[in-house]
């Protein structure tokens, strides 16, 4: 196994990334069978899935000639004690963490579900497009629901089958193909404990090979623990799953698919939190090392990146959420540096542009997930009107990364907290290779020694990590307030955005992110005294009129937390960034902003790794 993140990126960076792929529709599977009790492997694993949706959770195992499930709402937490489900036992058994699409938020509605003979048991993740008419014609032939998911439907549709005179494998397989939508499926069966049918289409399921213990999950991060080999289903293929073997079929005519197990790059150290709080301080900390990782670029591929770029009749760059915000930072350079004219638009707004999608246009993606809905509906209306479609994306097995004509990796590992913190880091540093290939193509850029570059960026932001105890400082006086505005001036601009969308979402507290140019045209009336309000200020061309900008608020009352490389005496608060080139400084300025938004989130007492109503992966329109 790897020893570092460097060593994965060089020595088993293709397994690794084409490993790590991230969920479709949002909801967490585990499951394993073993000669000994799997409930500790089950329970495991559902905790490292829980990025994937934590409003409820449940586990199922085959015990004693019976299905016996333990599930409600909550995070998985709660349920464990509540439920206590570490005292079940039973040699196979499944677990789900739910992020609800079908039915409210209830402990009916959490997984498993069982068929109403309690022979079959059922965990989804994903959506059945026609269960009501499924569900209709079960209602019909007597079937009795306990749930108002789509998901209950399949353990309905497996009974039937089975009484049909089916054998296991194909009462699942009959099953599963009376479904459209998308799935990734794993059942137990009362009367055959040893055996999980688990199968998918355009959701991703990954079966982990141990010794004698096999599992099947969402991501192989639930079983890294226990195993690093690692077997992906391909869409449409079914696996049984038993103690001491694995078979894979394809749905379509069940012929049998050989497919031998990939060593997975990850140590138990990448998913874990190691000495941090929270996934989210951990995976801010690990910048120093992604930001180098994300450095590692095919060079091929990142030139023909570059010149689809370059040589496209127009350019069109989207993402949402932080990866729009880095997306904009590359449009910026390009425009600036490059003289190329991009659109730079939000992928849920792609509407607006695509009458201009057209053979020669170039849409640049970002993503970390590479699932995220409006990002890939925008992505598949470009391709429908034969333009090309590149994109940077940290899920490299992803739907995003495998629509795409050409995908660079971010290279920054799995990133846990729902908060997009080192991808988007990592997001700048690709994007400006993309950029720094365009201008050597274009002659205007010579001498380039990314190596080194990557080693000054990693020294810098070991440097800004320093800044922690002035956050917390910051923190205990302003964590009572109930606005926050961030404000900066062109390539610093995106950065003033995510620093207000990420106190947003960890601390709930109102934030707005604007140019500093706008604060007169309406803002200013919102300052008053002991207004919180982040300056975000490299030196430069923009620096004096910004300056200008933060004399007038503090004025007004404003308490103005200035992040700059050049100190002055009108910040309220001042926090100083290393000096590096200006393609870079986005890296640097956005770490206070991280800090800022996590440690106000634990000051109020919220979880940084789940805040409310959110998901990691945007999977829904
Ligand atoms: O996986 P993606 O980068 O496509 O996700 C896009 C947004 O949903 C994501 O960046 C979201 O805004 C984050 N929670 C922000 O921290």
């Not at 394993?32 to 199922?60: F, H, M, Q, W």
């Not at 397989?173 to 459209?180: I, N, R, T, V, W």
């Not at 060593?263 to 801010?284: C, G, N, P, R, S």
């Not at 900008?549 to 100190?567: C, F, K, L, Q, W």
Request: glycine share 6%.
């Amino acid at each position: 196994m790897k020893k570092g993140p460097i060593n994965c990126i060089n020595i088993l960076c293709l397994n690794l990334y084409d490993a790590y792929t991230m969920p479709k529709i949002v909801c967490g599977i585990i499951g394993c069978t073993s000669d000994e009790n799997v409930v500790p492997e089950v329970l495991g694993g559902l905790k490292r899935v829980e990025y994937r949706g934590y409003d409820s959770a449940g586990i199922v195992v085959a015990v004693n000639g019976r299905l016996e499930v333990r599930k409600g709402a909550g995070r998985i937490e709660d349920v464990e004690k509540r439920l206590k489900l570490s005292s079940m036992k039973g040699k196979t058994g499944l677990g789900h963490t739910r992020w609800a699409t079908h039915g409210n938020v209830s402990d009916r509605n959490a997984h498993p579900h069982i068929s109403c003979m309690g022979e079959v048991a059922v965990v989804h993740n994903g959506i059945i497009d026609n269960y009501i008419q499924l569900k209709e014609e079960l209602l019909k032939r007597g079937h009795k629901f306990r749930s108002d998911t789509d998901t209950e439907v399949i353990a309905h549709l497996v009974e039937e089958e089975l009484k049909a005179g089916r054998d296991y494998l194909h009462a699942s397989l009959f099953a599963f193909k009376k479904l459209s939508g998308q799935y990734a499926v794993a059942l137990i069966f009362r009367d055959m404990p040893d055996l999980i049918v688990g199968a998918r289409k355009d959701a991703p399921l990954v079966l982990g090979v141990g010794k004698g213990k096999n599992f099947i999950a969402s991501d192989a991060i639930a079983f890294i623990e226990y195993t690093d080999k690692a077997i992906f289903l391909d869409n449409m293929e079914l696996a049984e799953i038993r103690p001491e073997r694995i078979r894979i079929y394809r749905m379509e005519d069940g012929r049998e698919v050989k497919k031998s197990p990939v060593q997975l790059a990850w140590e138990v150290a990448d998913i874990t939190k190691k000495e941090h709080a929270h996934f989210t301080l951990k995976e801010i900390h690990e910048q120093p090392l992604t930001v180098r990782s994300a450095f590692y670029q095919d060079p091929s591929k990142l030139r023909d990146f570059a010149s689809s770029i370059l040589t496209a009749k127009s350019v069109f760059i989207t993402g949402a959420g932080t990866s729009f915000h880095a997306s904009m930072l590359m449009a910026y350079r390009l425009r600036n540096e490059a003289r190329i004219r991009s659109e730079n638009f939000l992928s849920g707004e792609y509407r607006q542009f695509s009458q201009w999608f057209e053979k020669g246009t170039v849409v640049v993606a970002f993503s970390q997930s590479g699932e995220t809905a409006d990002v890939l509906e925008a992505v598949r209306e470009a391709k429908k009107k034969g333009a090309m479609v590149v994109s940077i994306v940290n899920a490299v097995g992803s739907t995003l990364a495998r629509e795409s004509d050409i995908a660079l990796p971010l290279n920054c590992g799995p990133e846990i907290g729902v908060a997009a913190t080192k991808s988007f880091t990592a997001q700048v540093v690709v994007s400006n290779l993309v950029v720094d290939t365009i201008l050597e193509m274009q002659g205007s850029l010579r001498n380039r020694a990314d190596e080194k570059e990557g080693e000054i960026l990693s020294r810098a932001v070991e440097r800004v990590l320093e800044c922690e105890s002035q956050v917390k400082e910051l923190v205990s006086m302003y964590s009572n307030k109930p606005d926050f505005y961030f404000v900066a001036r062109g390539y610093s601009y995106p950065v003033a955005l995510e620093g207000a969308l990420k106190l947003k979402e960890l601390s709930y507290i109102h934030a707005e992110g604007m140019p500093a140019s706008e604060l007169k045209h309406g803002t200013l009336a919102l300052i008053e005294e002991g207004t919180p309000v982040v300056a975000i200020n490299p030196s430069g061309e923009n620096h004096s009129d910004t300056l200008s900008n933060v004399e007038e608020m503090v004025a007004r009352g404003a308490h103005v937390i200035g992040i700059s490389d050049e100190a002055s005496k009108q910040y309220t608060h001042f926090i100083m960034v290393p000096k590096i080139e200006s393609k870079y400084m986005p890296v640097v300025e956005v770490v206070p902003l991280q800090l800022l938004a996590y440690y106000m989130a634990v000051e109020r007492e919220n979880d940084p790794d789940y805040p409310r109503n959110l998901a990691k992966s945007v999977t829904v329109k």
